[in-house]
């Protein structure tokens, strides 16, 4: 049954039984809607965890098994008297004002607030400012971090109710109330790319396509792959978690490559009506070509996102996860949905046609001269000169990698309009954000040894001395006094230079000389470690999911075009565009050139999961245009055996539609660039300068030079190799070949 599947039958049975695979895939969403507003928001999670087991989860690990320590989720509420006020903690009104508002949360009940801390009923000064107009109230949330972001809003309501109705500044800020904030914020910038980016990519089609029926078909391919990879997503998550930027990240890859693929697809149907093909034979033909090359597009993208997959963290297995979702439901969608409604539309796809690029619908063929054709020929009468400068270009937009550093956006990166971000500011003003967020020291070993005990209070002393850390640390020991917990507060945000210098001098030096010469065994766990252990192990898998990518790359091109030279180019020109984006970001984002004049925010880090990211995405989007490309191109050679003519004939047929398509992505990543959150300011930006970089410097002057330089020898493969598979040509109704993937030859054009 299988062996006759292919894009080109898919299509055919498609265009055959429209209503029934209509149906098919209107069912499939139906449901994917229902399981996505049943289940998908108790999948989700802010906490990244581990796979493996660096020091901060072999320390984190210990606290809860030999401790009993389960992690209590903490918020912490703030009051703070009126600005020109005289008011202290120490008068009446600001008593009253501060108990009664403790009693109000506590009255919640233990299943939703589980204890509290109040100076009035402890007379702990830690808790009140040094200029005694602040004082705060520790909260420990009922259960896990899905609990407590359940029962947040109920003491936020609270909170903001006093704040309304009292003199005194209240806020609150903590683990369950940032984790709201930042999903908050995600879903207003999911919101806020579909608004702009929708509309304008659909001003693009109408451009492309001329006719505005033509312009909706991309957007409901799309639509229909979002909503399906996010109700597959509601499903596998009984059985996974999955990061809370999932949903962003599946909007942002079904948008782009749903509209992608079918424009690819959509285009060369239409190309096949006007050169008189019956609506069957055009479907079939499409199906054979363009849909060929987007399932070998799609299977890149996917087998390149596995990589992301090796790395062993939840963020970057939910990610990839969504992304593969994504892509897997366009691709699936384009070669089966999309051909079923050109069946039922057929040349009415055409309708509602636009006055300006409606004029010249059905007038441009391949054969006809066009500006691609011109700047073609002008860039292969002077190949080396054009070369020469546009990768000049290229390496020159890549020099500021040098200087890039991996992070992490903390609390300091939120919009400044978060409550929760306003109550940081505030805590580590008068305090220290560090007692959210405090330095986690295991000590395991037998504590009541000399020189175990002397290093703990070494380390302590330390500690203290210390103007990194807040405050006299705390210490607990176990029951069978064999380990030990020092709590250290951390100032500043613990994604911040301040906390992970402070961190990593705990681990290389002070414990260490703390503890030479003992038996003990000595972790640091909590936030700053468990970003220093995520910004490690992303540095350790970066150079190894890399060498993946690269190799799978290299290995497909070389099966589906037949041809050595064809895959070392492209992972050339590949790593040419990943690099410039990625000096470009850092340029942006860590040196601030131009970040306030685009409305971005300037960090001191590249977000750690961003370059992988990339990196497995821009591979897998650059064979999109690169199979799209070199399949035109090797079809005209396979038939004249002319290199020169070949290319531009390539040129002449894609370029337009590899620009619009180029176009159309840019503006989604664009509208993803848009938000607040800035790892996906960074992700946006990057892949928007990317996939601008390959449609433009890379297809339109780097392959055209390189092709022209090398001649018959782009398809040189040698005789060892030939025992490769080889990916037929299909033939239409009328006979003729369609070779939109590689075909046999050698370098001698024979």
């Known amino acids: ?35 996505a507003s049943l289940f998908l928001q108790d999948v989700l999670t802010s906490e990244v965890n581990f796979a493996t087991t660096p020091e901060s989860k072999r320390g984190s690990d210990l606290i809860e098994e030999r401790l009993q320590m389960p992690r209590k989720i903490e918020e912490i509420v703030i009051v703070r008297s009126p600005p020109q006020s005289p008011l202290t903690v120490d008068d009446a009104e600001f008593r009253t004002a501060v108990e009664a508002l403790y009693d109000e949360i506590l009255a919640l009940g233990p299943s939703i607030v589980e204890s509290g801390l109040s100076y009035y009923r402890t007379g702990a000064e830690a808790l009140v400012s040094a200029d005694r107009r602040t004082t705060i109230v520790p909260l420990v949330m009922a259960g896990d971090l ?98 809370v930027f999932v949903t962003n990240m599946i909007v942002a890859m079904g948008l782009s490559l749903g509209i992608d693929y079918s424009l690819f697809i959509l285009s060369r149907y239409r190309e096949e009506r006007r050169r008189g093909m019956e609506k069957l034979q055009a479907i079939e033909i499409a199906g054979g070509t363009a849909s060929r090359a987007v399932l070998f597009s799609g299977i890149t993208v996917v087998l390149a996102l596995f990589g992301m997959l090796m790395v062993p963290m939840t963020l970057f297995r939910s990610l990839a996860t969504g992304a593969i979702l994504a892509v897997t439901m366009a691709v699936s969608a384009a070669l089966t949905l999309l051909p079923a409604m050109l069946s039922i539309l057929g040349d009415r796809i055409n309708s509602w046609r636009i006055p300006f690029p409606g004029r010249t619908l059905g007038r441009t063929g391949a ?11 002008r860039v292969m009468r002077r190949p080396v000169l054009s070369l020469i400068l546009s990768v000049a270009i290229l390496m020159a937009a890549a020099v500021p990698i040098l200087s890039m550093e991996l992070g992490a956006a903390g609390v300091s990166t939120l919009p400044e309009s978060i409550e929760s971000k306003e109550g940081f500011r505030i805590l580590q003003e008068d305090f220290s954000f560090g007692l959210l967020t405090p330095a986690k020291i295991v000590v395991l070993g037998p504590i009541d040894d000399e020189g175990v005990k002397n290093g703990i209070e070494q380390l302590m002393d330390t500690i203290q001395s210390d103007p990194a850390f807040f405050g006299k640390p705390s210490l607990q020991i176990g029951p069978e006094r064999d380990i030990a917990l020092i709590s250290a507060p951390v100032m500043g945000d613990p994604t911040e230079e301040e906390a992970i210098r402070a961190v990593k001098a705990l681990r290389k030096t002070h414990i260490p000389e703390a503890f030479a010469g003992t038996e003990a065994q000595v972790f640091v766990t909590g936030s700053t470690a468990i970003h220093i252990d995520y910004i490690n192990l992303t540095g350790h898998y970066m150079p190894i999911v890399f060498a993946f990518v690269l190799s799978l790359s290299f290995a497909l091109l070389t099966i589906v075009f037949r041809s050595i030279v064809v895959p070392t180019k492209a992972i050339l020109m590949n790593l040419l565009s990943v690099g410039a984006a990625y000096g470009l970001v850092v ?26 990211f990339l990196f497995c995405i821009l591979f897998g989007l650059s064979m999109d245009y690169h199979v799209f490309l070199l399949s035109r191109i090797r ?59 390959d449609a433009s410097v890379i297809r339109s002057v780097i392959v055209p030079s390189a092709m022209r330089l090398l001649g018959n020898r782009n398809w040189y493969l040698p005789k060892w190799l030939e025992w490769l598979p080889r990916i037929q040509r299909e033939k239409a109704h009328d006979g003729r070949p369609r070779a939109d993937m590689g075909q046999s030859g050698n370098g001698k054009g024979d």
């Not at 054969?367 to 020929?377: H, K, L, M, N, V």
């Open 587 to 612: 340029l942006v984002f860590q040196h601030g050139i131009g970040a306030g004049i685009l409305g971005f925010q300037q960090t001191n880090a590249f977000e750690a999961w961003v370059p992988i």
């Open 367 to 377: 054969g006809q001269p066009s500006f691609w054709d011109w700047a073609t020929r």
């Open 146 to 243: 899905n609990d407590a972001e359940k029962h947040i809003d109920r003491v936020r309501a609270i909170v903001n109710r006093a704040d309304r109705e009292s003199p005194f500044t209240i806020l609150i800020t903590g683990d369950a109330s940032l984790s709201k904030d930042w999903m908050e914020v995600a879903e207003k910038d999911l919101r806020t790319a579909e608004f702009f980016g929708i509309p304008i990519a659909l001003v693009v089609l109408v451009i492309v396509f001329g006719a505005i029926v033509a312009a909706f078909l991309p957007l409901i391919i799309g639509g229909f792959a979002i909503l399906i990879a996010i109700g597959l997503t509601a499903v596998i998550g009984q059985g996974y978690e999955f990061s």
């Open 635 to 693: 079809e005209q050679f396979d038939a004249t055996r002319d290199n020169t003519e070949s290319v531009a004939f390539g040129l002449r047929t894609t370029g337009g539609i590899i620009t619009g398509a180029a176009l159309i992505m840019v503006i989604v990543f664009v509208a993803f660039a848009a938000g607040d959150l800035v790892m996906f300011q960074q992700m946006g930006f990057g892949l928007a300068v990317a996939v601008f970089l």
């Open 1 to 35: 049954m299988f062996k006759h599947l292919s894009p080109a039958s898919l299509a055919r049975t498609s265009a055959r039984h429209p209503w029934r695979m209509i149906g098919i895939w209107g069912l499939c969403l139906i449901i994917a809607i229902v399981l």
